[in-house]
């Protein structure tokens, strides 16, 4: 039972004698910020009496006068220009909560009408090593799978992976040339991660030293106009100066930029000739990003050899991946990659040409939209696909075999032209009935506030990531159980089975707990903190209550066999009930814009009013039985909604930490 919608429908059984859809005055109903306006509030007189040309006090007491909300709430109150305030009734409350103790859902009802929603998220391009960035699409996009199942939609997960990319041309290529074939025997996905960097390292260099001279010219240039308009400032008024201080920041700022990028280049060279090995290799194969384009092309033409190499090692990519994907808990439903579109490449580029939709431009196939800039090229001159022709693909293979709903891209904001121009092409093709949406997201960053990278420059490689969070789990996990008042209670396998759940847990929460389109600090210390709305809060909030049951001796079957009552009299006894209800809410609230950080916050409000309660009313030790049994209930709720809460995120609990 959601309380909100309740007093919506209420309200909109009024609302349609005044205006015909009411739905946008029905979304100014909203739980009250403040406990001194009541539960909840209405915010719709205002808008609505402009909308009617009527006086708003008057409008809001002839609606309060029509409205039955007796058997949920007190009488509202109107408060300033035409809000109203609602209180529940405590009793209301109560029963709600009793319902609660036999409902597996905790009130969350299934979805009115259920649809088919195929989510896209994760997709890295596989032989290179996963790192930071992929956490992002992979920890969302499985939210939100898993909430969607939950309200019982009929939820799809494909994850389109690269495995079609250069990354093996590159690979082949140091195969054939740089190959260790006894670290290969001995462990393949090793050796393959390492032709990758090797290869990828030597291209990088080539590139470097290529720009590196063009990059000093500019940055000479540059750096004389800075000199030169330094100069001209000293003899200058001061509203001249003024005049030109922005110009002169803004060559600041560009000097800078190519000093970095001048910094960074020079590493990638020195790394390379200062390792006798590696300078070697760089003079012997001074072609090597044209050589690797090449072995990718005939890759994708069909070469046999080629085709057997890449039919080799895709399988221990995909070990590794789905090696990691274990670890975090992660399933698919399917995972069509793009080597799997490669076959229907051709057809479609000529279907589109055939229905107008795209044409030939500089030898090139495009498609152009009036209303974006940019067109979508779908085979370049040389005939070769690109990423979006595979996409489109995509999009048709899985219309034809879902027949979906709604499709999510669970995908980095920086492609977010690239899914403007495929939507555009989907409604071209007539698929204008599914709804698609770029769930985008921002950069992971580093605490210096630049994207996460190790200090030798690299992006971080995922494995180490969680490594790392589960090292950190573990001090913490361990440090906590030698510290308790009666001993250690945790054995060394359970210490190592809570810290890999903490670990990785935090590292989710962390991600999860963001406005997804914001980018994020990745901090470690913050991630794992126990208070603030960390993952290690909320399973720690979690194991509190089952340490109440262990000292109490109850157990949370028995607790829910309770026919005792719930009583809401404490006011943090109340706070806390009235919280507990509110979980479908979060979890609408999830699902409307696609936002799991909705249903953290909550949690989050949750575990407060939780603390609140446990500090102001005594559970094991409560004035009679009656209370005492009220108390369990409600702790048995909280875990439960926890529980649920956290699962649906892809977070694991503990009963012990
Ligand atoms: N492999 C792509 C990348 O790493 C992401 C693919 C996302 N999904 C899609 N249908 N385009 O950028």
Redesign the pocket.
């Known amino acids: 039972m959601n309380v909100l919608s309740e007093l919506r429908k209420r309200f909109s059984a009024i609302l349609t004698d005044y205006v015909e859809s009411p739905e946008e005055f029905l979304k100014l109903i909203h739980p009250s910020q403040d406990d001194r306006f009541g539960d909840y509030q209405a915010d719709l007189v205002m808008p609505l009496a402009k909308r009617l040309g009527r006086k708003p006090r008057e409008l809001a007491e002839e609606l309060v006068n029509r409205l039955d909300v007796s058997d949920m709430a007190h009488p509202p109150e109107i408060a300033g220009p035409g809000f109203i305030n609602f209180r529940l009734r405590d009793e209301y409350l109560e029963q709600l909560l009793e319902r609660l103790v036999q409902d597996p859902r905790l009130g969350v009802p299934l979805a009115e009408k259920p649809e088919t929603i195929i989510i896209?998220y994760s997709?890295?391009?596989v032989a290179k090593p996963m790192h930071v960035g992929h956490i992002r699409s992979t920890v969302i996009g499985d939210a939100l799978y898993r909430t969607l199942r939950f309200l019982g939609h009929r939820v799809i997960s494909d994850n389109?992976i690269?495995d079609w990319g250069t990354q093996f041309g590159m690979i082949i290529y140091g195969y054939r040339h740089f190959l260790n074939a006894e670290a290969y025997q001995q462990n393949p996905v090793q050796e393959l991660a390492r032709l990758y960097r090797l290869v990828r390292q030597l291209i990088d260099y080539h590139e470097s030293v290529q720009k590196q001279a063009e990059i000093k010219r500019q940055l000479e240039e540059k750096e004389a106009a800075l000199a030169d308009l330094r100069n001209q400032l000293q003899n200058m008024t001061e509203a001249e100066r003024k005049k030109i201080t922005r110009k002169l920041r803004q060559l600041e700022s560009e000097v800078a930029q190519l000093q970095d990028d001048l910094s960074e280049i020079r590493t990638k060279i020195e790394a390379v000739e200062c390792d006798e090995t590696l300078r070697r290799a760089a003079m012997e194969h001074t072609d090597i990003g044209q050589k690797v384009l090449q072995e990718t092309a005939k890759l994708h033409a069909g070469d046999p050899e080629n085709l057997k190499l890449w039919r080799e090692f895709l399988p221990h990519s995909l070990d590794e991946m789905n090696r990691i994907y274990k670890r975090l808990g992660i399933q698919f439903d399917f995972t069509l990659g793009e080597s799997f579109y490669h076959d229907r490449l051709g057809a479609l580029v000529d279907q589109l040409l055939k229905l107008g939709i795209a044409q030939e431009s500089e030898g090139a196939i495009c498609i152009f939209f009036p209303d974006i800039e940019a067109p979508m090229i779908i085979r370049k001159q040389d005939g070769a696909f690109l990423y979006a022709t595979t996409?489109l693909a995509?999009l048709c293979y899985r219309m034809e075999t879902w027949k979906p709903d709604t499709i999510l891209?669970v995908?980095d904001f920086r492609q977010s032209l690239h899914f403007q121009q495929l939507f555009a092409v989907a409604r071209k093709l007539g698929f204008d009935q599914v709804k698609l949406v770029h769930v985008s997201f921002g950069t992971v960053l580093g605490e210096d506030g630049r994207p996460f990278r190790t200090r030798e420059g690299d992006t971080v490689g995922l494995e180490s990531l969680l490594d790392e969070a589960v090292r950190r789990a573990a001090e913490i996990v361990n440090a906590n159980d030698d510290a308790k008042s009666n001993g250690p209670e945790l054995s060394p396998e359970e210490r190592r089975r809570v810290a890999e759940v903490v670990g990785i847990g935090a590292i989710k929460y962390a991600d999860l707990s963001q406005n997804r389109t914001s980018d994020y600090v990745f901090s470690y210390d913050k991630m794992l903190a126990m208070t603030g709305n960390t993952g290690t809060y909320m399973q720690y909030a979690y194991a509190r209550i089952q340490n109440i049951f262990a000292k109490g001796g109850v157990s949370a079957e028995a607790i829910r066999q309770f026919d005792g009552k719930i009583r809401l009299k404490h006011p943090a006894e109340r706070a806390l009930g009235r919280e507990i209800l509110r979980f479908p809410e979060a979890i609408e609230l999830v699902v409307e814009d696609y936002r799991p950080n909705q249903l953290t916050a909550y949690l989050f409000g949750l575990a407060n009013r939780f603390s609140t309660f446990y500090e102001n009313c005594p559970v094991l030790q409560a004035e009679n039985a009656a209370e005492r049994q009220s108390r369990l209930q409600l702790c048995d709720l909280t875990a439960r909604v926890i529980r649920q809460g956290l699962e649906l995120l892809g977070i694991e609990v503990v009963p012990k930490m």
């Open positions: 896209d997709a890295p391009n389109h690269g996409d995509t891209y995908v």
